[in-house]
């Protein structure tokens, strides 16, 4: 069964040049995880360290295995919330 996790995601080790050369396939990856539903939401931080994920998954380590096809995945600290949205039909 699937659930939806709030994924807290910081770059670590990631110089510039680094990330301007992987972010086309980044997006382009990131574009294929929202359409087929595993990426509910995102949001970037305001002081561009990282990203906020809503990720639909069937447990931790499935979050970590459908973000491994990711550019960035191991530029990644990743901490992984169970969330649970209160009245909504896709609990």
Known sequence: MMKKFMVDIILEGLDHETR?????KEQELVK????DGT?????IKLD????YMVIMAADAEDV???LSILPY????????VPIRVVNSVNQ
Do not use: C, W
């Open 39 to 43: 990426i509910v939401d995102n949001f």
């Open 64 to 66: 970590h295995a459908r």
């Open 20 to 24: 301007m050369k992987l972010l086309p």
């Open 48 to 51: 561009m360290s990282g990203i």
């Open 32 to 35: 294929v995880l929202e359409q």
């Open 73 to 80: 995945y191991p530029y990644m600290k990743i901490t992984i």
